[in-house]
């Protein structure tokens, strides 16, 4: 299995987590640099990875993260450098928070039918792209698919939205003023998103308009 850099990791470096199996604690990671999420796996994952070098998250055969329906994170990033594949996270409330600085990085990834908001952005450096979030907050108000907010707060780079698709949700992407702007913004395809819009005004970018090669979510 590789690597975000292609360098194949060995077993020594990896954890893997089977279908309803434990997900791991920072304190069972060190020197691990790749876990492999196998099925789905319920429960909460809280990450800070300060001190650890970039870890990658590869979901395989369905791989899910399942916050099962509470009032919870599914998926918890407090810092470090986390690259997360093909990975589908649900469930929680939100489903993927990623704040207290370090970066996240999304390739492949679905974020559906969480309670509440499916991803937060709080002061962390981003890069998402072909990413799906679906289906979010239809368990209260405020439901959002994609929230970012105190970007002037995290390390300056990446801040990057590309080629993802953003529908269904109560709200599809909000920046909550205008220093909450993505640095690079394209063919993300926003529609649908049922009661509070679609792109809000203070993220200063619009939807590409109808999926295709350069727009939304690429297989």
Known sequence: MAHQDARCASDAETVVVTAGGTLPTVSSLSGKNLVVVRGTASGVLTWTLTTQPQMSIVGQSTGTINGNGALVISVHLTGGDVYIRNLTVTGGSPGLLADGGGVVRLDHVSVSNNPTTGIAINGSAFDIRNTTVTGNGGGGSGGTGIVLQNLSTAPATPRSLTLSTVTNNQA????????DVPATTSGVLA????TLGDIGPACNFTSCGSASTTCGAQP
Do not use: E, M
């Open 172 to 179: 599809g992407i909000a920046c909550t003023t205008t220093s």
């Open 191 to 194: 529609s649908g998103n049922t």
